[in-house]
Every structure is written in C-alpha cells, then in structure tokens.
C-alpha cells in the first residue's frame, strides 16, 4: 500500500519541477498557457507540498505495516514456544 503513495508522491514531484520550469520559461514559447510566472510557482508549490504529503503518508503506513508485522510474528512465535513447552 505504501508503494502507491510512494509513486504518487514521485509523480507529484516530478509535475512539480515541471511547472517550476515553465515559470522561467518566456511567454511566447507558451500560446495559449497562463503566461503568469506567478501562477506556475504556485501550482508547483501546491504539488510539492501534495507530493511531500504523500511521501509522509507513505512513510507512516510502512512504518504501521512494519510494526504490525512484527507484532503477528512475535505472537506466533511465542504461541509455538508455548506448545513446545
């Protein structure tokens, strides 16, 4: 699940350094786009955050499979110590 979040969060990022690119780009190599640098930075803004976001997402739910796994295989493992004993 946490790789879904991850591949969002590249491909927010890569959007993200693309509009950046367009806000340094001259109006006429742009007919019929927003010619407005200012509109470019802060869409990329927006997605940088939503990709950072969804990075965080992604990390925190490895983080909770992680530790639910290894909580599952603790209580099995002590489940089979205690009916060798």
């Given amino acids: 699940m946490s790789r879904n979040f991850y591949g969002l969060a590249a491909t927010l990022g890569v959007l993200a350094v693309l509009s950046a690119g367009m ?18 930075k802060s869409l990329s803004l927006m997605l940088l955050v939503g990709g950072l976001a969804s990075a965080l997402v992604g990390i925190m739910t490895h983080l909770f499979e992680q530790v639910d796994r290894r909580s599952e295989e603790r209580r099995m493992a002590e489940r089979a110590r205690r009916r060798r004993s």
């Fill in 23 to 40: 806000a340094f780009v001259p109006s006429s190599f742009q007919p019929g786009l927003p010619a407005n640098g200012t509109l470019w």
